[in-house]
C-alpha cells in the first residue's frame, strides 16, 4: 500500500508537470533538452578531447546542438543562424551543419496567425485586411510573414510574431544566462560580461512597435540615397506582435543569378552593401545587427540602377558618439599601423593584446611588420599547444568591465557583411571600403578644428592623410592581385579562394601562431 500511494504521487506530479508544461508551451521540456545538450557538450570538449578524433567529435557536437535547436525553434533558430554565419572561425564540420537553418524556419498554422491579429486590434482579420495569403511568404526564428491586400487596394506586408515567443523569452534567456555563466566557470574563460546587453537588445527584438520605430529612423538615415530603400510603416495596423509595412517585388540578397536576370551588376550590388552598413557603423551610429541575406532584397529602379531594400529592423543598437569615434580611430589606426593609438584604444578598453583585436576587427590577419609564414601544424602539436591556448584567450580581455558593449554587435554585422561578400565570390575590397567609412566617419565634425590648427599641424594632418591613402591603395593591390590570380586559374579549372578566403586563410595561420590551433575554414579550398 505505502508504494502504491508513492507511485500515485509520483504519477500525479509527473501529469502535472505534463500539463503545466504543455500549456506553457513547453518551458520544461525546452530548457531540459538544453542543459542537457550544453552539459554533453562541455563533457565533450572538456573531459574526452581527442585531437585524433577531433572531426568526428566537431560533426557529433555540431548535429547535437543543431537538433536542439530545430526542436526548440524560436530564439534558438536565431542562435543556430548566429552560428551558420561563423564560417570563417568554425570547424568545416559545424559550418556545412548548420547551414541548413539559412532556409529559414518552421512556420505556425494560419489559425495561429488569425487569433494573435485578432487578439492584438480588437476585430477578426477580415475587417482589416480584404485579401489574405494564409501560406506565410518567409517564416524566421520569432516571426512569419504574410502577403496582404488593404480594403483601399493596398499590397502590404504582415509579420506576425509566432505565439509561443514572449511565454518562452524569459525561460530561454534564463537558459542562457546560467548556461553561459557554467561555462565561463568550466573553461575559466570571460563570457558572461556579454549576457546583460545581449538579453536587453533580444527583448527589444520582439517588440514589433520599436521594430516599426527603427525602420523609420533608418529610412531617415538613407533618405537622400536612392540605392537603398526602407519599407514604409502602416502604424495603423502596428501592434507589440504584429507589424503591416509597404511590399516590396525584388530577389533576395544572395539570388545572384535572379540580380543578373534583372539587368544587375552583382559587385555593384555587393559594393553598395558594404557600403551600406559601412555608413552605420562608422557615421550613422545606428547599426542593423541581422544583415543576412534574407533581410536584403534587390530591385531594379526605373533608371536601371539597382536598389537594396532592406528589411527586418528588429535587433538594432545605438553607438555613443564616444565609441563611434574611437572605432573609428582604430581603423585608421590599423591602416596607418599606429601602433600607440592602436594600444592607447585597446587599453581604454580594457584589452591587452590588440594586435589579435585588430585582426578580429580587420578579419585578416594583422601585425604591424611582415607576417611569418607558419608550416602545417600535426594533431600532437595541436594538442601540447593547447594548453597555451586558453590562457592567451583569457588574458586578451583585461577587464571586461571596460570593453564597450556595441563591440558585440557590430562584431556581428561585419562578420555578416563578411559572409556576405564571401559568398558572392568576394567582388568587392571589404576592408578598403570600411577603411575609407571610418576615415569619413573621424572627419565629422572636426572641420573647425582643422581651420583652426597650425601650419606645422597641418602639415602633419596631410601627411597623415597621403600615407592613409597609400595604404589603401596597397590593399586595393593585394585585392585586385588576389582576383586576377583566381581567374587565372579558372581558365584551367582550378578553384581559388577569393579575396575573404585568403583574408580567412592568413587569419587561420595567425590564430595558430599566436594561440596554436588551426581554424580550417573551408576544407575544398584548402586542400587545392
Request: aromatic content about 10%.
Amino acid at each position: 500500500m505505502f508504494f502504491l500511494r508513492r507511485f500515485a504521487v509520483a504519477s500525479g506530479v509527473v501529469g502535472a508537470g505534463w500539463v503545466y508544461d504543455h500549456f506553457t508551451d513547453e518551458r520544461v521540456t525546452r530548457n531540459l533538452r538544453s542543459i542537457v545538450c550544453a552539459a554533453q557538450t562541455l563533457i565533450d570538449y572538456k573531459f574526452f578531447y581527442d585531437p585524433e578524433k577531433l572531426d568526428e567529435q566537431h560533426l557529433r557536437v555540431a548535429k547535437r546542438i543543431l537538433n536542439v535547436c530545430l526542436q526548440n525553434d524560436g530564439l534558438y533558430i536565431k542562435f543556430g543562424q548566429g552560428i551558420a554565419a561563423m564560417n570563417h572561425v568554425l570547424p568545416p564540420q559545424w559550418n556545412r551543419t548548420f547551414a541548413v537553418l539559412q532556409d529559414g524556419a518552421p512556420s505556425v498554422p494560419f489559425e495561429e496567425v488569425e487569433r494573435i491579429v485578432r487578439d492584438d486590434f480588437g476585430v477578426p482579420l477580415p475587417q482589416l485586411f480584404a485579401e489574405f495569403d494564409r501560406q506565410p511568404v518567409a517564416s524566421a526564428s520569432i516571426a512569419q510573414v504574410h502577403k496582404a491586400r488593404l480594403h483601399d487596394g493596398t499590397t502590404v506586408a504582415v509579420k506576425v510574431q509566432k505565439p509561443a515567443i514572449r511565454k518562452q523569452l524569459d525561460a530561454d534567456l534564463f537558459v542562457y544566462r546560467a548556461l553561459v555563466y557554467l561555462h565561463e566557470k568550466a573553461f575559466n574563460l570571460p563570457f558572461y560580461w556579454t549576457v546583460d546587453y545581449i538579453e536587453e537588445n533580444l527583448r527589444k527584438e520582439v517588440d514589433f512597435e520599436n521594430e516599426a520605430r527603427n525602420s523609420e529612423r533608418a529610412a531617415a538615415a538613407f533618405s537622400g540615397d536612392a540605392g537603398v530603400h526602407v519599407p514604409r510603416v502602416h502604424w495603423p495596423l502596428t501592434s507589440k506582435r504584429v507589424m503591416t509595412a509597404e511590399w516590396i517585388d525584388g530577389v533576395k540578397f544572395n539570388d545572384h543569378d535572379g540580380i543578373r536576370r534583372l539587368g544587375l551588376s552583382v559587385p555593384s550590388v555587393v559594393g553598395s552593401m558594404v557600403q551600406l552598413f559601412a555608413k552605420q557603423i562608422f557615421v550613422a551610429g545606428f547599426v542593423h545587427c541581422d544583415p543576412h541575406p534574407g533581410n536584403m532584397m534587390v530591385r531594379r529602379q526605373p533608371n536601371g540602377q539597382h536598389q537594396i531594400v532592406l528589411l527586418d529592423h528588429g535587433l538594432y543598437i545605438q553607438e555613443s558618439e564616444t565609441f563611434r569615434q574611437q572605432y573609428c580611430e582604430l581603423w585608421k589606426a590599423m591602416v596607418l599601423t599606429d601602433v600607440p593609438r592602436l594600444q592607447a584604444i585597446c587599453r581604454a578598453w580594457g584589452i591587452k593584446d590588440p594586435t589579435t583585436f585588430a585582426s578580429m576587427q580587420l578579419m585578416k590577419p594583422y601585425t604591424p611588420s611582415r607576417a611569418v609564414h607558419i608550416e602545417t601544424t600535426t594533431k600532437q602539436d595541436i594538442a601540447r599547444m593547447q594548453a597555451e591556448a586558453k590562457e592567451k584567450v583569457r588574458t586578451l580581455l583585461e577587464d571586461s568591465s571596460l570593453i564597450p558593449r556595441e563591440l558585440i554587435f557590430v562584431g556581428r554585422n561585419m562578420n555578416l557583411v563578411r559572409a556576405n561578400n564571401k559568398e558572392a565570390g568576394s567582388p568587392v575590397n571589404r576592408v578598403n571600403i570600411m577603411c575609407r567609412w571610418a576615415a569619413r566617419g573621424l572627419a565629422l565634425g572636426r572641420e573647425d578644428q582643422q581651420r583652426k590648427m597650425g601650419i606645422l599641424r597641418q602639415l602633419q594632418v596631410n601627411f597623415d592623410g597621403l600615407s592613409f591613402r597609400t595604404r589603401l591603395f596597397a590593399i586595393s593591390m593585394f585585392y585586385y592581385a588576389t582576383q586576377w590570380w583566381r581567374a587565372v586559374n579558372g581558365w584551367f579549372g582550378r578553384r581559388v579562394g577569393g579575396f575573404e578566403e585568403t583574408l580567412e586563410k592568413g587569419m587561420s595561420r595567425s590564430i595558430e601562431e599566436q594561440y596554436g590551433f588551426r581554424l580550417e575554414v573551408d576544407q575544398q579550398m584548402v586542400s587545392n
